[in-house]
């Protein structure tokens, strides 16, 4: 069957794009459209065309899969076809618009969308920009500075948004279709799109974008281009600027940035497949439990409730719950000033909290998550006492940062239902959700796992038990050969630099500066019995701990907080210099690419290391970690991505 239909009702053809999963603009899909758009041409008895999409939503772009590669007809032209038709066309949108699907609704000469719909152009996510006229069209529907927000951060915008901004001309009420058929009579047979001005461009300083845009892409090329063609639209003819768009959309799609952003794509959406495909029947989520309601644990029930779930939340006596309760409370504030809920949202996610200090109240759970402090022995006992009290069926998951899973497993009657939920902060924004198989873990806790990780919209990667599973065993062992450099030369601010700019949102002496010091301290303090003698091993963060500076929270660690921002700190620069000269190691000066060089070695040995003991499902998962949960520059693929390059 044709992936592209169309039938002649009364003078109106309805073009129906059916192409699942998203209806993406494979290239049969493109030819199968391409004939339709010559049989409107050549039926005189069509008066109009109304183009809708089978399945759950309309176009979702062009077929990521073929990007890079020359495949005729090419979008562009079929689009230019459909807005130089003889008769009036109208998207019926539903779901998502999105890349070459929103570009193929604004040829149309109209647009109605369910009220539930999102429009976007996310290419940049891609690597890539709007190909198929996006740059030129949408600043003639939309003011210019909404057309570069759209296009350069990739963000869809919902249905009311577009309306409101001209991107959709009304929004259906009740029958999408029926409504586009009349919306094709009401269609005025204005001006054609592309000889219309920009709309609201003279107030647009470019300068000003640009500068700001770099600093916000941290490397990454296709906003920048995205916005460059913003600016041919509102400089050149459109004619022109729909030329220059293509020139920029082939030069990126072979690019090196776009072809690990793909990567990533499909890498983020095969992470945690073996959860989807187990029969077992997961764990009830509508009631969870939670042990633990400090940074973690409240992070963790801010995500249950802003997803549905009610929450009962242990903590250790009633102050702690008291606080527990506050920092939810603190943290759905800062939500809704984020826009995610309204006040009603924010009232009833708290209604769905419930506190208490006795694990009674816990035997409505089907999955209890543990959040104490990092402590075997607390964490033991924890377990302990939730698998004398919960039903057999509940599921019990630890958030332990490194300890064994195992051992936490050991101490129950049923180790099938253990496993580790390693959740990254904060709990609630970050994508990341490492669910850790014990060798005892059984299918309906992985189950439970990856049904979590879909209720809360998060990105699982399967691990199995080792010492910080695959993201924290991977950040230990650079962050172990970054304080080897400091000895050998180097100081935190040039390794900080030289990770930024390589596109890490944050270099590691910041980064462990914002999360503590202590953290660390205490695994290494634990670990000191028995690491091997001969094991080269660096003082320096153990010297920083030992004078009370453990990061931020203390106002002082790797840089100096006291002006709120961090600062270059003498004392650190002084122990670094004494630890290098106690290693006896001559200090020596490193370049950026040498400190990045050394640490893309180090992950990718970890990482290899990882795969060989079975303890990652794939490389691919790997990068997934480092990018979701480390900030690694997304647009370098993640570090074993670049082993393949
Ligand atoms: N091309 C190829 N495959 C795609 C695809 C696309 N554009 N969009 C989604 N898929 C695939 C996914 O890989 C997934 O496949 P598997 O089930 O085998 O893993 C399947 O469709 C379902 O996708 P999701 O799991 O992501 O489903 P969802 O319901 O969570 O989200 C979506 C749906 C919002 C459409 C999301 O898939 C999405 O954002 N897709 C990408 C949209 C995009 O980036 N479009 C721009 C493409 S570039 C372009 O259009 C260039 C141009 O200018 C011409
Ligand atoms: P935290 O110190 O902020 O909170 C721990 C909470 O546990 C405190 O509120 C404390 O009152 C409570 N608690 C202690 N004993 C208890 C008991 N017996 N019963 C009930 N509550 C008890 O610690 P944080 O940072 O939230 O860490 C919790 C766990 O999450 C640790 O295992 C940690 O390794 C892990 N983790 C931490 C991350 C982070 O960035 N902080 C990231 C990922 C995992």
């Known amino acids: 069957m044709q992936p592209v239909t169309m039938h002649v009702r009364e003078g109106i053809a309805h073009v129906v794009i059916d192409s699942p999963p998203v209806n993406a603009l ?119 500075t909404t057309a570069i927000t759209m296009i350069t951060a990739g963000k869809p915008i919902d249905a009311k948004a577009a309306l409101d901004a001209g991107l959709v001309d009304i929004l259906a009420e009740t029958d999408l279709l029926s409504e586009a058929e009349a919306l094709l009579h009401d269609l005025p047979m204005g001006i054609p799109l592309l000889e219309r001005p920009v709309r609201d461009a003279d107030a647009i300083d470019w300068d000003a974008e640009q500068k700001t845009l770099r600093k916000k892409s941290q490397g990454a090329q296709a906003p920048l281009e995205a916005l460059a063609a913003l600016h041919d639209a509102a400089s050149l003819s459109a004619e022109q600027a729909l030329a220059a768009e293509r020139d920029r959309f082939l030069r990126l799609a072979v690019s090196d940035q776009s072809r690990a952003l793909r990567h990533v794509f499909f890498a983020e959406r095969a992470a945690g497949r073996s959860l989807r495909d187990l029969q077992a029947e997961p764990a009830d989520l509508s009631c969870v439990g939670v042990i633990g309601g400090g940074t973690m644990g409240a992070g963790i029930a801010v995500a249950l409730l802003l997803a549905g779930s009610q929450v009962i939340l242990v903590e250790r006596d009633e102050a702690s719950a008291a606080k527990a309760r506050t920092r939810v409370d603190e943290t759905l504030t800062a939500s809704a000033k984020r826009g995610v809920i309204d006040a009603s949202g924010h009232a009833a996610a708290l209604d769905r909290l419930k506190t ?42 630890t958030n332990t940062s490194y300890l064994d899973v195992d051992a936490l497993a050991g101490t129950t009657a049923h180790p099938d239902r253990v496993l580790g939920l390693h959740f990254f902060a904060p709990a609630h924004v970050m994508k990341l959700l490492e669910v850790v198989r014990g060798s005892a873990t059984g299918p309906r806790a992985l189950a439970t796992a990856g049904a979590l990780a879909r209720h809360l919209r998060k990105i699982a990667v399967v691990a199995c038990v080792c010492d910080g599973f695959i993201g924290n065993r991977i950040m230990n062992a650079y962050r172990n050969d970054c304080e080897f450099m400091l000895e050998e030369g180097a100081l935190p601010q040039q390794i900080d630099a030289a990770m930024e700019s390589f596109g890490f949102a944050m270099g590691i002496y910041k980064v462990q500066d914002l999360s503590g010091l202590d953290i660390a301290w205490a695994q290494r303090k634990a670990r000191a019995a028995t690491r091997p003698a001969d094991e080269r091993y660096a003082h320096i963060a153990d010297r920083l701990c030992e004078a009370g500076r453990l990061g931020r929270k203390t106002g002082r660690g790797f840089y100096d907080y006291s002006d709120g921002k961090p600062k270059v700190d003498p004392e650190v620069t002084a122990i670094i210099e004494e630890e290098s000269a106690k290693a006896a190691r001559t200090r020596r000066d490193f370049t950026e690419r040498e400190i990045i060089d050394r640490i893309l070695t180090v992950m990718q040995a970890e990482g290899q290391a990882i795969l060989d003991e079975g303890i990652a499902e794939s490389a691919d998962d790997i990068d997934v970690v480092m990018i979701t949960g480390y900030g690694f520059p997304r647009h370098k693929g993640g570090p074993m991505w670049l082993t393949r390059g």
């Not at 979702?60 to 979008?75: C, R, V």
């Not at 003889?86 to 969308?113: D, F, Y």
């Not at 539930?116 to 940049?124: Q, R």
């Not at 109240?361 to 402090?373: G, H, K, N, P, S």
Request: glycine letters at 10%; a negative charge.
């Open 356 to 397: 208490a200090q006795d694990y009674g109240a816990l035997t409505d759970c089907q999955l209890v998550i543990e959040a104490v402090f990092e402590d075997m022995a607390l964490k033991r006992e924890v377990f302990a006492r939730l698998d004398a009290v919960m039903p057999a069926s509940a599921i019990l998951a």
């Open 26 to 144: 494979s290239q049969p899909v493109r030819a199968s459209l391409a004939d339709a758009v010559a049989r409107v041409e050549q039926d005189s008895q069509i008066a109009g065309v109304v183009l809708s999409c089978a399945g759950r939503t309309f176009v979702a772009g062009a077929d990521i899969n073929e990007l890079g590669a020359p495949l005729t007809p090419y979008l562009p032209d079929i689009l230019a076809d459909i807005a130089a038709s003889r008769v009036p066309w109208v998207a019926a949108i539903k779901g998502t618009a999105l890349g070459g699907g929103l570009e193929l609704a604004m040829a149309c000469h109209g647009r109605i969308a369910e009220p539930s719909a999102k429009m976007g152009l996310p290419e940049v996510s891609l690597g890539i920009l709007p190909g198929a006229g996006g740059t030129v069209r949408l600043p003639r529907l939309v003011p210019m």
